[in-house]
């Protein structure tokens, strides 16, 4: 089976702008979730989507935002970028059982630098 | 909230040496618990989980953890490390009873470098 994919694997934006992130789970994996990693704050959860629905968020503004389709593809949302809000954004895929989700397989991340 | 600590920041080692790093979590509920490890360059790979039963879980390259739900804590143990075990080491925890059941906290990290 393929891993989780992500794309782009890097991207360089401008302070304000707005940047969309993408991530293919694993095939057959419904659960998605997101996340944040820097130096400073380590890793950081942001959303979770199953069914094409938000089950959970993390503490982060609303400029994040989120969504996923009916193939269970996601992708997540910047808005109104921050030099704070450079770092590697992790996608994570698991299986689920009656709701609830297993353990998750990372992508390799994205790596946003805000400049 | 529930938070995941790791009291290793970075550990240094020789081949061969035997290893143990820390995990305590604070949630009293019931939980599922992880050890990631991330190598140079490399994406976050699983190396063990426990969910319920024998305590005492093995995973890949050796590694193996130990839950003590007495002590909130999940260590990682490996009898003799080697060169290409440096990476750094998250530990993770899932709540399974509340609604963030499928929010996973890792701790900050260990960075363990092991020398030649």
């Known amino acids: 089976k393929a891993g989780v994919t992500q794309t782009p694997r890097y991207l360089i934006k401008t302070r304000g702008q707005q940047v969309t992130l993408s991530c293919s789970p694993i095939?057959?994996?419904?659960?998605v979730s997101w996340y944040q990693q820097t130096p400073g704050q380590g890793l950081q959860f942001l959303f979770e989507y199953f069914s094409e629905t938000q089950r959970n968020k993390g503490n982060f503004p609303g400029r994040f935002s989120g969504r996923q389709f009916s193939n269970s593809r996601s992708e997540m949302n910047v808005s109104t970028l921050e030099l704070g809000d450079s770092a590697l954004y992790l996608c994570?895929?698991?299986?689920?059982?009656?709701?609830?989700?297993?353990?998750?397989?990372f992508g390799p991340g994205t790596r946003l630098t805000v400049t | 909230a529930q938070s995941v600590s790791q009291h290793n920041h970075h550990v240094i080692l020789s081949e061969a040496a035997s290893l143990e790093l820390g995990c305590n979590y604070s949630y009293g509920g019931t939980v599922n618990l992880f050890w990631y490890v991330q190598y140079p360059g490399q994406h976050l790979q699983l190396l063990l989980k426990y969910f319920s039963g024998d305590p005492l879980v093995k995973g890949i390259k050796g590694f193996e953890a130990e839950f003590i739900k007495s002590k909130f804590s999940f260590n990682l143990r490996k009898p003799s490390v080697q060169w290409s075990d440096t990476a750094e080491y998250f530990c993770a925890v899932n709540l399974i009873s509340s609604g963030s059941a499928r929010q996973l906290t890792f701790g900050s990290g260990t960075q363990l470098t092991v020398l030649p």
């Open positions: 994570a895929s698991s299986w689920t059982l009656a709701g609830l989700s297993y353990e998750q397989y």
């Open positions: 095939s057959g994996h419904r659960s």
